[in-house]
């Protein structure tokens, strides 16, 4: 009986197999770009095709730095990876390591080479960036007259800032010639000692951008003493100049953004700066005045003339006091005085004696109030309200007089 083996060990096999072969583990394969897809992941998945038929492809987003273009479809390329087998769905494709257009694949390699070189020299290391300044007067440009850059610098500079002054070197910037020009116009503007140069052109192929790929170029934009920002081409494609530059952007108009700043929002926040100036010095004036007052009044408080007079009114106001209270016990003794004097009225004998009473003594001088005092013949003085009475004593009788209970 035969041997039955499964799908995943077939395809294994397969796979084994392409692994194994020395020409699909490295080839370059040219043809057309089709089904091209960008995976949010940053996988690219496309077709290669050509008259007689098609293959799969896949650039992982780790080779990505192997695509120096946006890929599209209709797109000419050599595409330079392997071979293998996809297990899970059983076939083959073509996994992309480096993808270049057709016919740029010599410039491609040359680029990447003089890239290499100037990068071990230390022409794109960061300390030797210098940084754009944030308030440019004045902008030199490195461009084609006549191109579609130079009009997108002026129509951004315009809108953002009308007083910065734009200085422009027509420089050829593609074809024979172009490197020397584009040189001649960065060292030309360098030795106006401008603020910033911007250095760029519109997008094209690899040949169109080539004169920015030039050593002499990078040169001179790396020696430049004023700061450069370089606008080759659009957002993906990348130059030896733009490593070189000071500060890369992806468009012409982009570097004039990064150049002019805008000057209605440096106004919006210098109006903002200044009213928070404003109200910061208003309240410090008046915390200040505020102060100010606090010492007027602490000094007013503790002048002499001040502790003089408010002495004087405690002097008065304890005069008054004191006077209050004396003539408040004068009164309170006066009052108790005239109790006392009624008190005292009641009981004189003066009083008594007006009342109708007398008051008896004998012949010594004492206060006869018994009978057992006296005696007949004593002689007694009989006192009344007008005089004395003399008197003697015929008789004396005794009366009896009840004791009232409790």
């Known amino acids: 009986m035969k041997q039955v083996y499964s799908v995943g060990q077939v395809n294994n096999y397969i796979k084994t197999m392409f692994v194994q072969d020395y020409l699909l583990r490295n080839l370059a394969v040219r043809g057309e770009v089709s089904n091209c897809k960008y995976h949010p992941s940053g996988h690219i998945y496309f077709s290669l095709k050509d008259q007689s038929g098609a293959i799969a492809c896949v650039m992982f987003a780790g080779q990505r730095k192997g695509l120096a273009f946006r890929m599209k479809d209709g797109d000419k390329v050599v595409v330079a990876g392997s071979v293998s087998v996809y297990e899970r769905d059983g076939r083959y494709q073509l996994y992309a390591r480096e993808i270049s257009l057709e016919g740029a694949g010599l410039l491609y390699e040359r680029f990447l080479r003089l890239k290499q070189e100037l990068e071990e020299m230390g022409m794109f290391a960061p300390e030797y960036k210098q940084p754009i300044p944030a308030y440019a007067k004045t902008v030199g440009i490195v461009t084609a007259s006549t191109g579609a850059a130079i009009q997108d610098i002026r129509n951004i500079a315009l809108r953002r800032n009308p007083y910065v002054q734009l200085i422009l070197y027509p420089a050829l910037v593609q074809g024979e010639g172009a490197k020397e020009s584009i040189v001649r116009g960065i060292r030309t503007l360098d030795a106006l000692g401008l603020d910033v140069l911007i250095v760029g052109r519109g997008g094209g192929s690899i040949e169109d951008l080539w004169a920015f790929n030039e050593e002499c170029v990078a040169r001179a934009i790396f020696e430049c003493r004023t700061p450069v920002i370089s606008a080759v081409g659009h957002e993906t494609d990348t130059t030896i100049a733009d490593y070189a530059a000071d500060l890369r952007a992806p468009t012409p108009s982009a570097a004039a953004e990064l150049a002019v700043c805008d000057i209605r929002e440096l106004l919006r926040r210098f109006s903002a700066y200044r009213e928070r100036l404003e109200g910061s010095l208003w309240g410090r004036m008046e915390l200040l005045k505020s102060r ?56 004189s004998p003066l009083e008594k004696l007006n009342q109708g009473f007398s008051y008896v003594e004998n012949s010594q001088g004492r206060a006869v109030t018994r009978i057992s005092q006296v005696k007949e013949g004593d002689l007694l003085a009989v006192q009344v309200t007008d005089g004395k009475i003399r008197v003697r004593v015929l008789d004396k009788e005794t009366i009896e007089r009840r004791q009232r209970d409790g």
Not at 302 to 322: G, H, I
Not at 334 to 343: A, D, F, G, T
């Open 292 to 347: 100010l007052e606090h010492y007027r009044t602490k000094l007013t408080y503790l002048s002499p003339v001040q502790q003089l007079r408010e002495k004087r009114q405690y002097l008065a106001d304890t005069q008054e006091q004191l006077e209050a209270a004396m003539n408040g016990k004068l009164e309170q003794s006066r009052h108790r005085l005239q109790i006392y004097l009624e008190r005292f009225r009641g009981l």
